[in-house]
């Protein structure tokens, strides 16, 4: 059995003044790619998620589109976010 997943993560710091995305790519079990706003591009941890983020980092349009994907998913849907996350502390 082959298993594929991605993960998203917004990590809201002092409400929307600082967010942080996390993108996480796993494939049986193990994590092969990530991209992380604050690094601004994708890490692999694999022989094929180095391929893959050396193919992605070459690209400017999928760096771009993923680096505003913090204004686009996290501070977009900060109010749907908010109550589970950030007031149950």
Not at 8 to 33: A, D, M, P, W
Not at 72 to 83: A, D, L, Q, S
Request: glycine share 6%; hydrophobic share 35%.
């Amino acid at each position: 059995v082959l298993q594929f997943m991605g993960s998203t993560e917004c990590h809201f710091i002092n409400g929307t003044e600082k967010v942080r995305l996390v993108q996480r790519y796993i494939y049986n079990r193990q994590q092969f790619l990530i991209f992380d706003s604050d690094v601004g591009h994708f890490v692999g941890f694999t022989p094929y998620g180095e391929m893959n983020a050396k193919r992605a980092n070459s690209d400017p349009a999928i760096l771009e589109y993923r680096r505003t994907a913090v204004d686009r998913y996290c501070r977009h849907n900060y109010e749907v976010f908010g109550p589970f996350s950030v007031e149950r502390r």
